[in-house]
């Protein structure tokens, strides 16, 4: 799938990998369903058990990529070199732009994770979890993270080549923490679309 996906955008003239991708995606659904089926039949339980598992193995590779994430996060808010941005931030807005998205990156991540918990919680007591919503906001907030972290990522290398004398390499490895962020993001996206998708 990862693979026509990426032919299809290198050569987007080519409607033969569209209609291979849509072919592929509903052989796919079509035996998951049938897959489903046969199980329900035999156990409902058993079936209804293999759903939930699926989604905690999704929710849990999102908690651990979180963890990271806070802790990348933190590194980043440590690269700023106070001495530095005490004079640059009343030039421009870029600093105030960092603080304000790692802000909210840890304050999400901490929210989901503490949102997990609960869900777990839940299951373990055997009450109705409605997983749909979670992954459908998670997949948002996750897509917004990307965004907000590529943005650092550019902001850290436009500002580490126009200051590197000043600051060093400070700038340079904020852009290269942005952009692993970035990475992680695209993991807990793919791991809950999937999920969410199916």
Request: with cysteine; proline share 1%; charged share 15%.
């Amino acid at each position: 799938m990862g693979a026509i996906r990426a032919v299809q955008i290198f050569f987007p003239e080519c409607d033969i990998w569209g209609r291979l991708f849509h072919l592929v995606q509903n052989m796919k659904k079509t035996l998951a369903e049938h897959q489903l089926k046969r199980l329900y039949e035999k156990n409902a339980d058993f079936a209804l058990e293999c759903l939930i598992d699926g989604c905690a193995c999704a929710f849990m590779a999102g908690a651990a990529l979180k963890v990271v994430i806070v802790l990348l996060t933190i590194v980043v808010l440590v690269l700023l070199d106070p001495s530095y941005v005490t004079a640059y931030i009343s030039v421009n807005y870029e600093i105030v732009l960092i603080y304000i998205i790692a802000a909210l990156t840890l304050l999400y991540c901490i929210v989901s994770m503490v949102m997990y918990a609960v869900m777990q919680k839940s299951v373990a007591e055997n009450e109705e979890v409605r997983l749909t919503n979670c992954a459908l906001s998670e997949i948002v907030f996750s897509g917004a993270g990307m965004i907000c972290w590529m943005i650092v990522c550019g902001i850290g290398g436009t500002v580490a080549q126009r200051t590197i004398i000043e600051t060093g390499e400070f700038f340079g490895w904020l852009a290269a923490c942005a952009g692993v962020i970035v990475c992680l993001f695209v993991g807990v996206f793919g791991s809950l679309c999937t999920e969410y998708c199916e």
